[in-house]
């Protein structure tokens, strides 16, 4: 089955798990507050106010539940499953035209403005937060795909953030020649595509690539109209342009992944499109972003199995289960079963030291944690925990620029933006294996009587 952005609809509907809004719905004033409401539920808009003709689809994924469904399997072998498929690659396969190119809007026929592009949060403007950017590096010609949100500044003209990672880094050697940097953006597809986007790697790592690795197939690609950046074949809508070189414009605010607004705006670059190519019934794609909505949720896998991959061969083996993404995306909490005194701090140093920079909370919990339910993560800080031992600060550290608590020697819009503060370290686990069943006992939760055989639902009226 081709995965695509209505194969996945298809797959929300059949598993009960979206809901078609036929009443007509702002884009500007009132799909915000539908998105940040719907936890549960994927939303696909027939009928948008302003808009005739558009539909949109939104918080689809909804939650890990959902993210869990794109990977077909379950929210407990999410992590480990992504985790693993993350390290295959698939080449991509070029072929000549495919749905994206059934509309091609090029000079005054290109107008943003027209796009059902959502007021995310009550501050802001409308922008495009489900645009994929596709780069490539002037010099390897290395592809780079990644997330980077859009405010529409007029029918040509958007403002972007490009935070200092691998798409700043190509930007870096455009503008160091005074050359504007083209870029293909899609909207609209299939979440491992999303996920991919969001994925950290080594620069050298093709995101296409790995969106074919996560899918099981290659994806397949088109040349864009106006650049040689190859896009997915089967996106709902690709917008082509060039970042231009040098230019700095006030952008933001935006509603951010830890639900605040003060993230990133500033003097960032600006973009000049020049072609629109879509579907001929294109299907806007809405991102609801911050903590506990859909945005949250392409980055919690993601970062879940940078994290995962990163910390299970801490000293050569780790006794690793799982891993959970914190409401805020700045805590973590690992479910691991500890061999070794001393080994769940070495492993929560990983959590803090990896690929992913935003974590400055690490938790360590035990196999009998079940980490989907925050009480119980909760229970085992009050009792698996012993302050003075367990729990460890570490200052002064490079913690996330968007983090709010901490200090920003440099402000955004150059390639240094980053902030200062503190990290932690949470210990909640019991005393390891080689302490022997006696050490553990103390720790052993307790079971009501019956609890294998005896089910509620059976004596319910
Ligand atoms: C919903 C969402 C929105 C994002 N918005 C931005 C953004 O506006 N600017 C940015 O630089 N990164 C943004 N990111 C983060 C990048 O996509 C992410 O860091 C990615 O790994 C960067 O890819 P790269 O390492 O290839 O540059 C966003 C991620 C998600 C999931
Ligand atoms: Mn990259």
């Given at each position: 089955?081709?995965?695509?952005?209505?194969?996945?609809?298809?797959?929300?509907?059949?598993?009960?798990?979206?809901?078609?809004?036929v009443?007509?719905?702002?884009?500007?004033?009132?799909?915000g507050?539908?998105?940040?409401?719907?936890?549960?539920k994927?939303?696909?808009?027939?009928?948008?106010?302003?808009?005739?003709?558009?539909?949109?689809?939104?918080?689809?994924p909804?939650n890990?539940?959902?993210?869990?469904?794109?990977?077909d399997?379950?929210?407990?072998?999410?992590?480990?499953?992504?985790?693993?498929?993350?390290?295959?690659?698939?080449?991509?396969?070029?072929?000549?035209?495919g749905?994206?190119?059934?509309?091609?809007?090029?000079?005054?026929?290109?107008?943003?403005t027209?796009?059902?592009?959502?007021?995310?949060?009550?501050?802001?403007t409308?922008?495009?937060?489900?645009?994929?950017?596709?780069?490539?590096?002037?010099?390897?010609g290395?592809?780079?795909?990644?997330?980077?949100?859009?405010?529409?500044?007029?029918?040509?003209?958007?403002g972007?953030?490009?935070v200092p990672?691998?798409?700043?880094?190509?930007?870096?050697?455009y503008?160091?020649?005074?050359?504007?940097?083209?870029?293909?953006i899609?909207?609209?597809?299939?979440?491992?595509?999303?996920?991919?986007?969001?994925?950290?790697?080594?620069?050298?790592?093709?995101?296409?690539?790995?969106?074919?690795?996560?899918?099981?197939?290659?994806?397949?690609?088109?040349?864009?109209?106006?650049?040689?950046?190859?896009?997915?074949?089967?996106?709902?809508?690709?917008l082509?342009?060039r970042?231009?070189?040098?230019?700095?414009?006030?952008?933001?605010?935006?509603?951010?992944?830890?639900?605040?607004?003060?993230?990133?705006?500033?003097?960032?670059?600006?973009?000049?499109?020049?072609?629109?190519?879509?579907?001929h019934?294109?299907?806007?794609?809405?991102?609801?972003?911050?903590?506990?909505?859909?945005?949250?949720?392409?980055?919690?896998v993601?970062?879940?199995?940078?994290v995962?991959n990163?910390?299970?061969?801490?000293?050569?083996?780790?006794?690793?289960?799982?891993?959970?993404?914190?409401?805020?995306?700045?805590?973590i909490?690992?479910?691991?079963?500890?061999?070794?005194?001393?080994e769940?701090?070495?492993?929560?140093?990983?959590?803090?030291?990896s690929?992913?920079?935003?974590?400055?909370?690490?938790?360590?919990?035990?196999?009998?944690v079940?980490?989907?339910?925050?009480?119980?993560?909760?229970?085992a800080i009050?009792t698996?925990?012993?302050?003075?031992?367990?729990?460890v600060?570490i200052?002064?550290?490079?913690?996330?620029?968007?983090?709010?608590?901490?200090?920003?020697?440099?402000?955004p819009?150059?390639?240094?933006?980053?902030?200062?503060?503190?990290?932690?370290?949470?210990?909640?686990?019991?005393p390891?294996?080689?302490?022997?069943?006696?050490?553990?006992?103390?720790f052993?939760r307790l079971?009501p009587?019956g609890?294998?055989?005896?089910?509620?639902e059976?004596?319910?009226?």
């Amino acid at each position: 089955m081709p995965k695509d952005m209505r194969s996945w609809i298809g797959q929300l509907e059949a598993a009960g798990e979206l809901i078609r809004i036929v009443k007509p719905v702002h884009p500007h004033t009132q799909m915000g507050a539908l998105l940040y409401q719907s936890r549960e539920k994927g939303l696909l808009f027939e009928n948008l106010y302003g808009f005739p003709g558009w539909r949109s689809l939104g918080m689809a994924p909804a939650n890990l539940r959902h993210a869990a469904l794109a990977f077909d399997t379950t929210i407990e072998k999410l992590i480990p499953t992504a985790a693993e498929r993350t390290l295959k690659r698939r080449p991509v396969e070029l072929v000549s035209t495919g749905p994206v190119k059934d509309v091609i809007l090029t000079g005054d026929q290109v107008d943003l403005t027209k796009l059902p592009a959502h007021v995310a949060g009550s501050e802001e403007t409308p922008y495009i937060a489900s645009g994929l950017m596709v780069a490539r590096d002037p010099d390897s010609g290395i592809r780079n795909v990644a997330f980077h949100r859009l405010q529409i500044k007029g029918p040509r003209k958007t403002g972007a953030l490009i935070v200092p990672r691998h798409t700043r880094q190509i930007l870096n050697k455009y503008e160091a020649r005074n050359r504007p940097m083209p870029v293909s953006i899609f909207i609209g597809h299939h979440p491992l595509y999303y996920m991919a986007a969001a994925s950290t790697g080594a620069f050298e790592m093709d995101e296409l690539e790995l969106a074919g690795g996560l899918i099981g197939e290659s994806a397949k690609v088109v040349k864009s109209e106006t650049n040689d950046l190859e896009v997915p074949f089967d996106a709902e809508i690709v917008l082509e342009g060039r970042v231009l070189p040098n230019v700095r414009e006030d952008e933001g605010p935006f509603s951010e992944f830890h639900d605040y607004y003060v993230a990133g705006m500033g003097k960032n670059p600006v973009i000049e499109i020049d072609c629109i190519t879509m579907r001929h019934d294109a299907i806007f794609k809405a991102i609801q972003n911050g903590s506990e909505v859909e945005g949250c949720v392409f980055h919690k896998v993601p970062f879940g199995v940078a994290v995962y991959n990163h910390i299970k061969n801490i000293g050569g083996y780790v006794n690793l289960h799982n891993v959970l993404v914190l409401p805020g995306l700045f805590g973590i909490v690992v479910q691991m079963t500890p061999r070794f005194y001393g080994e769940a701090k070495q492993v929560l140093m990983g959590v803090l030291s990896s690929p992913i920079l935003h974590p400055k909370v690490a938790i360590a919990v035990d196999e009998d944690v079940n980490i989907f339910n925050y009480w119980e993560v909760l229970w085992a800080i009050n009792t698996r925990c012993n302050p003075q031992d367990d729990i460890v600060v570490i200052p002064g550290t490079r913690i996330h620029p968007m983090d709010p608590t901490g200090f920003e020697p440099v402000p955004p819009g150059g390639p240094y933006w980053h902030r200062i503060g503190g990290k932690v370290i949470i210990d909640a686990t019991k005393p390891p294996l080689c302490a022997g069943e006696q050490a553990g006992k103390p720790f052993q939760r307790l079971k009501p009587m019956g609890w294998e055989s005896v089910r509620l639902e059976d004596f319910l009226p």
